[in-house]
């Protein structure tokens, strides 16, 4: 038996056949997960729970990802989470909206989904190496 706490992904999207895409692929990989439809969920989720990982849709309801990622960043938290943006924008100027919000990475839809993992992967090896 393992006796390493997975660690924790929340992810919010407002289309519901990709949240569940989302849920079967990353919980095969051992992430405990929670999902959002919408900004202020996710951002009530992130507040309670502390997730290590946040995948965000941009265009959501209610209070769009980044400006969930703003709040988040203003949080301060510790450790700090991973931050991924997963959106149809596509425009150079919307990737370097993201991350002036605090994504470290911005996805375009359609993605495949090992290259989030592989995104958090290289981001869980240099949090090892280098603990804050």
């Known amino acids: ?9 929340l992810i919010a999207d407002d289309e519901p056949d990709l949240l569940i895409a989302y849920v079967l692929f990353f919980e095969a990989y051992g992430y405990e997960i929670r999902t959002a439809r919408d900004g202020l969920d996710a951002l009530a989720q992130y507040r309670g729970w502390r997730p ?4 965000l849709d941009i265009q959501m309801p209610r209070l769009d990802g980044r400006a969930v990622a703003k709040e988040i960043r203003n949080l301060k938290a510790k450790p ?29 839809k359609p993605v495949q989904l090992p290259v989030i993992l592989a995104a958090m992967a290289s981001w869980r090896r240099a949090r090892s190496a280098n603990p804050v």
């Open 52 to 55: 290590e990982i946040v995948v």
């Open 80 to 108: 700090v989470p991973l931050l991924v943006a997963v959106s149809a924008l596509s425009a150079p100027s919307e990737l370097a909206g993201s991350i002036q919000s605090g994504f470290d990475h911005h996805f375009v």
């Open 1 to 9: 038996m393992s006796t390493v706490k997975p660690e924790r992904l």
